[in-house]
């Protein structure tokens, strides 16, 4: 009897402590689009991947031209010139996709220029939530931004523009 009256007891103490709990959320996309640094970071990388991409698809052209000159020749040609032609394609193609992986690939120079330029911003927004949290007390902050399997949240739990007037990008602010 005494076990029970323990265990009904705790677990209604756990209830109590749990409803205490304040929660909150924000909506990372919708703070980084309102701060205009973030939005000229993304136009920023925008340009230079199309600059990149245009770079390499200039150079595939320009193997591809090779081919097909090399295509209305082949038959002209003797051997020992036909495999030079052939090895030297090959070996463009090999250096431009090789470009292509150290411009777009893992660690390749346009994810270490979005870290450059991102990172700054998103640790800023991070801190600026971090800092709410622990002034307001909140127990935690979700993100209702993406994939997120958020179904619902009342508004006024969102605290975005919270976020937002504490890094000084708010309504009224002036930046």
């Given at each position: 009897m005494k076990k029970t009256i323990l265990l009904a007891s705790l677990f209604l103490m756990w209830i109590g402590?749990?409803?205490?709990?304040?929660y909150a959320c924000v909506d990372t996309e919708y703070i980084l689009s309102s701060i205009p640094d973030y939005e000229q970071a993304q136009k920023s990388l925008d340009k230079?991947?199309?600059d990149w991409q245009k770079e390499i698809e200039t150079k595939f052209q320009e193997i591809d031209n090779l081919?097909?000159?090399?295509?209305t020749e082949a038959?002209?040609?003797?051997?020992d010139l036909k495999t030079k032609r052939q090895n030297e394609i090959i070996e463009k193609e090999k250096e431009v996709k090789e470009l292509q992986r150290k411009r777009f690939?893992?660690?390749?120079?346009?994810?270490?220029?979005?870290?450059e330029l991102m990172k700054p911003i998103q640790d800023k927004v991070y801190n600026a939530i971090e800092k709410a949290a622990s002034t307001k007390n909140y127990a935690f902050i979700l993100d209702k931004a993406g994939s997120a399997t958020l179904l619902?949240?009342?508004p006024k739990y969102d605290?975005?523009?919270d976020i937002l007037t504490q890094l000084g990008y708010g309504k009224n602010s002036k930046k």
């Open positions: 402590m749990a409803s205490a709990q304040k230079l991947s199309i081919y097909k000159k090399y295509q038959a002209l040609l003797p051997e690939g893992s660690g390749g120079d346009l994810e270490k220029k979005r870290e619902y949240v009342d605290i975005s523009d």
